[in-house]
């Protein structure tokens, strides 16, 4: 139950100057918070990122850590088999649900402006 993205957004967001990232490990934007889903389009264009983003966590927050309810977030990666067989479930009509979303919804950071 450990799945790598052919590329890791966040990772890639962060190389980009879109943000940093939370003790959640989800990219953190300077106006949107925590809430984007992020897309990415490959090119071989050379092009210039923008500068590196600050690092947009809380010093000391422990919001996401303390509050996971499987205990599956370290500060630096998230347990997925933990997080997986928490968060993703299936209606009894057989439609997929997302049960858990705490460390987006309480962060500080999901929303800034
Ligand atoms: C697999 C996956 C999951 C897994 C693992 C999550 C994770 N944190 O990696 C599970 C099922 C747990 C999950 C849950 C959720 N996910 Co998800 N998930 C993905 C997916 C498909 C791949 C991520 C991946 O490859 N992870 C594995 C590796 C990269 O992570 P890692 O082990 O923590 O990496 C460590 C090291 O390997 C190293 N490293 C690895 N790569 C790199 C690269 C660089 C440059 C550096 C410096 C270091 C480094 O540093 C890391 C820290 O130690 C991405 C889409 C994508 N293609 O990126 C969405 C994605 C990360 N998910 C997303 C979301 C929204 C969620 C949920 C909120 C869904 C929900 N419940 O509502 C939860 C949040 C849980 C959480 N706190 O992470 C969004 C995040 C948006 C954002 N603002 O950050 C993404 C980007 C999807 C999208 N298109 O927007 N997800």
Redesign the pocket.
């Known amino acids: 139950m ?14 980009c100057g879109l ?1 940093s ?1 939370g003790k ?6 300077p106006e949107f918070g ?7 389009v490959l090119t071989d264009l050379e092009l210039n990122s923008d500068p590196l983003q600050p690092d947009l966590c809380i010093p000391g927050c422990r919001i ?1 850590l303390d509050h996971c309810p499987v205990q ?2 370290s500060g ?3 347990k ?1 088999k933990s ?2 067989l928490n ?2 479930g299936t209606t009894a009509r057989g439609f997929d649900t ?1 049960d ?2 705490r ?2 919804a309480l962060c500080p950071r999901n929303r800034m402006k």
Request: positive net charge; glycine residues 8%.
């Open positions: 450990t799945a790598k993205g052919m590329i890791s957004m966040r990772h890639t967001a962060v190389q943000g990232l959640n490990t989800l990219l953190i934007h925590n809430r984007l889903t992020v897309g990415a996401c599956a977030i630096g990666s998230v997925q997080c997986r968060t993703y997302v858990c979303n460390c987006r």
